[in-house]
């Protein structure tokens, strides 16, 4: 299992950024896909979910109006667009999945914003 992420960068507030994740050596289309992201001296944290067809989607209360999770099952990839990115937003960003018992993490993929 590969899970690469793309995207990251330096952000001002109130822009935005689109992540991507290029998943491998899964069934991907059958899998639910998350975000999870790390700010410095903080513990990793759930930014949102993805069903397996899109079907349902789900996050952190208070990213939901301005982070979006969307996936593309016939590019094994899923996103996560964030808009309206403020100063708390800066972490470094994971793309995650469970295939049976096991957990895989993405390398990590830099979110500043800053001005």
């Known amino acids: 299992v590969q899970l690469v992420e793309s995207g990251g960068g330096l952000a001002q507030p109130g822009g935005s950024l689109r992540l991507s994740c290029v998943a491998s050596?899964?069934?991907?289309?059958?899998?639910?896909m998350r975000w999870y992201r790390q700010a410095p001296g903080k513990e990793r944290e759930l930014v949102a979910v993805?069903?397996?067809?899109?079907?349902?989607?789900d996050g952190a209360g208070a990213l939901k109006g301005r982070f979006t999770i969307s996936r593309d099952n016939a590019q094994n990839s899923v996103f996560l667009q964030m808009n309206s990115l403020k100063p708390e937003d800066t972490a470094v960003y994971f793309c995650?999945?469970?295939?049976?018992?096991?957990?895989?993490w993405g390398q990590g993929d830099q979110v500043t914003v800053a001005s």
């Open positions: 995650y999945v469970k295939v049976g018992w096991s957990e895989y």
């Open positions: 993805i069903s397996s067809r899109s079907t349902s989607t």
């Open positions: 050596g899964f069934p991907f289309r059958i899998y639910e």
